[in-house]
């Protein structure tokens, strides 16, 4: 017998080991290697990407994986790509061999990026990772649309809806009220007509805004009016604020199947307006926090 489970576990072992042989990665070339591989750094204003600011994705050079977004890149004047938010889960991070830096690398191949820094004001996020342009690659979106969706605390939606194919990026925010530049505060006492909502900006190549709804309205009680498990107020109502006709009749249309499944569906239909993002310490909030969403949970309402 034991004979049997040795002869089993070297069998896994080679068929682990053959499996990982056959991991693809691109073919570097010398200059490409020296960065990703030896943790170099090209020479400022050198690299392809820091100049450029076209709608797209930014991949790692080795694997391909999905890195940064445009939205999150911005000019820094240091030389270098700079980004004030990664891809959620796509970037790693690991105190630099000198001991005081910190080094960003590809969370799925290890591929060395560049570095982060914090404390510098560029952005609301006060964050910049400083990448190479030899470590990435660039795709152009040759087009992308947005949701607005509001569905209780925008800390769950938010969640759901960043680990969903085809989304590129998800922010928390206030939209449906008066008043302007709104904060947390403000909002939370249910005097601004705000709702706590979310931007979900998605390539429509890889993802409709069908499937979008279709996920909201499975995150969350669209039967709860003016709140959403245990927080109530105006401001955890459900809505979807639309941008034009065809994400209206899309709306009006899944919210028409779910009443024939008996379902009784407060969610407002509104025409988008200003949205005003939160406070930076409301984004990518369960990530940060290492959590997972209290009053929303995937529920199969259309099937």
């Known amino acids: 017998m034991k004979v049997i489970l040795i002869l089993l576990v070297l069998f896994s072992v080679i068929v682990l080991i053959g499996m990982e042989d056959k991991v693809e990665y691109r073919k570097l070339t ?25 709608d797209g994705i930014y991949k790692c050079k080795r694997c391909g994986s999905p890195l940064y977004t445009s939205s999150s890149k911005f000019v820094s004047g240091c030389g270098w790509p ?37 404390g ?17 690659t ?4 040759s087009a992308r649309e947005t949701a607005y969706l509001a569905g209780g605390c925008f800390w769950g939606v938010e969640y759901f809806m960043q680990e969903t194919k085809g989304v590129l990026s998800a922010e928390s925010g206030y939209m449906g009220g008066d008043t302007k530049e ?9 005097t601004t007509g705000h709702a706590e909502t979310v931007r979900v900006i998605f390539d429509p190549e890889q993802i409709s805004y069908e499937a979008i709804l279709r996920k909201f309205f499975e995150i969350h009680d669209p039967t709860q009016m003016n709140k ?4 109530h107020g105006t ?48 984004q990518d909030y369960y990530q ?4 997972q969403p209290y009053c929303h949970r995937p529920v199969n309402r259309f099937d």
Not at 120 to 136: A, I, M, Q, W
């Open 30 to 54: 010398e200059a490409e290697k020296q960065i990703i591989v030896n943790k170099g750094t090209e020479t400022p204003f050198s690299g392809e990407y820091w100049g450029t600011f076209q």
């Open 82 to 118: 700079s980004f004030d938010d990664e891809i959620n889960g796509a970037v790693t991070y690991k105190l630099d061999a000198d001991g005081m830096r910190t080094e960003i690398l590809c969370r799925n191949c290890e591929a060395h990026l560049g570095h982060v820094f914090t």
């Open 120 to 136: 510098e004001g560029f952005t609301d996020k006060n964050t910049r990772h400083c990448v190479n342009s030899l470590s990435l």
């Open 138 to 141: 660039f795709e152009p979106i």
């Open 182 to 190: 709104p904060d947390y505060y403000q909002v939370s006492s249910g």
């Open 228 to 231: 959403q498990g245990p927080d």
């Open 235 to 282: 401001q955890y109502r459900s809505a979807i604020f639309y941008e034009n006709e065809e994400q209206r009749e899309t709306g009006q249309k899944l919210i028409e199947i779910l009443k024939e499944k008996g379902y009784d569906v407060v969610t407002e239909l509104k025409p988008a307006d200003n949205f005003w993002k939160a406070e930076n310490y409301h």
């Open 288 to 291: 940060k926090k290492s959590g």
